[in-house]
């Protein structure tokens, strides 16, 4: 996997911002999706970034996306589709013109909704195929950093930003908690793993824009955190199937 990341992270060399900060958790994404058999399939990957343009060149998936900005070309080389997750609680908006697909990637967004996941999870499994794969990835409320901070009376998580398209976390989620999420919807966990598959070296500021070298620190806290216990690690990423019928869209 270390010569992966090494791979991801020369595509973009001399970026030291968001993307190198990411770029372990990209090529983990790209492992994860070849083992699973994405190759060959249907993917959506839900809030574009450049990890929608990776899954083409890496794996040669035609991706569509679904997220802000007006219908057109994906990053994916298929179609983006135009769509704010937070308007599903109303399901007289929902899209009705996507295809159903075998894959959909929902990496780094639930956090960033307000609109209760349960809603936002059936609208995104209406999307999949019957046993289509769901590869669902979050922050860790309960990681070990996180837990020192409250410890020290300070907040771990950020003031929601004035941006609505960039706010920030409204809310993090637990193993346990997506678990449940996963047996109330009708999916089956495949997978999951509680990790940290960043890039500590590269400051990743709150605003999300540039970061800067910070290498000792960071090299130390790459080595640390990944041999944290399971639960206090940084990010969850599961694989969830459809095992059941997906809930007809209105």
Known sequence: ??????????????????????????????????????????LLDIGPSRLTALIREQLGITADSLGFGEDGDSLGGGRHFSFDLNQVQWPESWRRDLPRYDFIVMAEVLEHLHTAPSLVLAFVKSLLKDHG?????????????????????????????????NPGHFREYTRKELS?????????????TTSFYFD????????GEGAGKRRVLGTAKNLIYRVLPAPLREGITMVWRNHSPGRLRP
């Open 1 to 42: 996997m270390l010569s992966k990341w090494k791979r991801i992270s020369a595509i973009r060399a001399g970026d030291e911002g968001y993307f190198a900060y990411h770029a372990p958790r990209y090529a983990f994404l790209l492992d994860l999706l070849a083992r699973h058999g994405a190759r060959g399939s249907t």
């Open 180 to 192: 449940a999420l996963a047996a109330d919807l009708g999916f089956r966990v495949e997978e999951q």
């Open 200 to 207: 500590a070296r590269f400051a990743h500021r709150a605003s």
């Open 133 to 165: 794969v769901l590869v669902l990835q979050t922050p860790n409320a309960a990681s070990l950093s996180k837990r020192i901070k409250l410890l020290l009376g300070r907040n771990p998580y950020e003031m929601i930003r004035v941006d609505p398209k």
